[in-house]
């Protein structure tokens, strides 16, 4: 298969935060793997803005040691580093302050894409977009991307929206969820739309329930103090696993286009009933596996923060009343493994005398590890003996479908800068997609609150909660098994 790797214009991106984290992580690394791979003319530019005093050869070689760190060594070519480090500009700057912002609207070109990544505190976006429109560097074309998270309930994710619409239209407005960068994720559209074989079952008709599982083995060593503001329901549930259920759930859009598939995506997030509370649990690991459990992360040591939650949600429209969504997320838990599975119902009337072996078909789809689809059938089990049934997968790695070229995707935040600088906002959340969700939780946050409960304990290392269990077996089913 050719890779085709279009390249896009020329751009100049401004990265406030240059030099912390998610941009020595992510963006700079990514940024380097995409022009490694052609994507990015010799023209472009990419200035770090932070408020250390640093020359521009500073900043590189901390990039150069980022790259160093963060991209696989088969994709460091010395070369390529050099040309990539040549294309960065460092400007010190303190968002909160005047000082910078001359020498930065110096810097910036007129005629390329001009796009701002806010890698930093929320609390700074405000700071910044107002700067950037005083100081004259912003104009209405320019593009500005927003990490989460994005506010911590409705009123802020409200105040957030209303601060950046004083300065930007919404369609300049990049809000990052990486998962919807995700290449499975996006292939989740693929599937259901540019293929007949989905959609016609894709309806509470036929399908019995669905399970999406985000689980992580790690815990919040080193983010105790962030995560316990934010909690598991915050930091997963209402933004990215939100996020899968509507790309499973949402009606065809009319066209591929960012404002049609976000209108769809916001009926999905607007016809979720509020879930009751006897469908939800949330849990906190303790310690096992010779690690420390949650508290000793935490700078409370009564912290009631969930490092884990699993609820059934109902979806009230005519395509999926009676299909329950089961979502579970958790730290520590036994494997890493992130996919949805998508259980279809019984066939009306079994022609089989014998129907021992009959389990249903499942779909699974898996955005980690190994990304693919996995379609689980029946078939006949081989050999005499007359007709006994047994499951097969269907299965699609899609790195050995697609051989080599899949290995080389670009990852999450690589493809969705690459669409801000093409203004494609598809894969972002729009400011009332993010309300709504927000609208849904809040209720469940506050009725934690209110009712003074305590997440559950579940051990390192274990599949989670008993109470989880629980909440699928009390109707007939069971969690897939996480491994
Ligand atoms: P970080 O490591 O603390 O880095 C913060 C950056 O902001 C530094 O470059 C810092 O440099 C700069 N900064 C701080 N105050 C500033 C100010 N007043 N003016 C200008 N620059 C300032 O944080 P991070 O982990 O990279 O996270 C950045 C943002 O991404 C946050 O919103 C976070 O929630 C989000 N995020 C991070 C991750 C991740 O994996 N790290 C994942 C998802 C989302 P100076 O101190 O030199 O100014």
Known sequence: MVSRVIPVEDFDLVVFGGTGDLARRKILPGLYRRFLAGQMTAECRIIGAARGELSDDD??????????????????????????????????????GDGGWGELK???RRDVVCAFYFSVAPSLFGDIALRLKQFGIADDNARIVVEKPFGRDLASAKALNA??????????IYRIDHYLGKETVQNLMAVRFANILFEPLWKSEYIDHVQITVAETVGVEGRGAYYDKSGAMRDMVQNHMMQLLCLIA??????????????????????????????????????????????EHSENPQ??????????????????????????TGKRLRARASEIAITFREPPHSIFDDATGWRENVLVIRLQPDEGMNMMVMIKEPGPGG?????????????????????????????????????????????????????WTDPIIAGWESRGDKPQGYDSGSSGPEDALMLMHRDGRRWRDIR
């Open 387 to 439: 007709m006994r049934l047994t499951q097969v997968p269907l299965d699609m790695t899609f790195a050995d479908a697609l051989g080599p070229e899949a290995e080389d995707v670009p990852d999450a935040y690589e493809r969705l800068i690459m669409d801000v600088i093409r203004g494609n906002q598809t894969l972002f959340m729009r400011g009332d997609e993010v309300e709504a969700a927000w609208a």
């Open 106 to 108: 110096a810097l910036m």
């Open 303 to 328: 912290s009631r923060t969930e490092s884990y939650v699993a609820l059934k949600a109902h979806i009230s429209n005519w395509r999926w009343k009676g299909t329950p969504f089961y979502l579970r």
């Open 59 to 96: 900043f590189r070689a901390m990039i150069a040691e980022a790259i160093a760190e963060f991209v696989p060594a088969e994709r460091q070519d010395a070369e390529a580093i050099a040309g990539f480090l040549a294309r960065l500009r460092y400007v010190a700057i303190d968002a909160k």
């Open 163 to 172: 601060t950046l619409a004083q300065h930007f239209h919404e369609s300049q």
């Open 250 to 295: 949402m009606e065809p859009p009319y066209h591929f286009d960012p404002d049609a598939v976000r209108d769809e995506k916001l009926k999905v997030i607007r016809a979720l009933d509020p879930v009751l509370p006897q469908d939800i649990v949330r849990g906190q690991y303790l310690a096992g596996n010779g690690q420390g459990g949650y508290v």
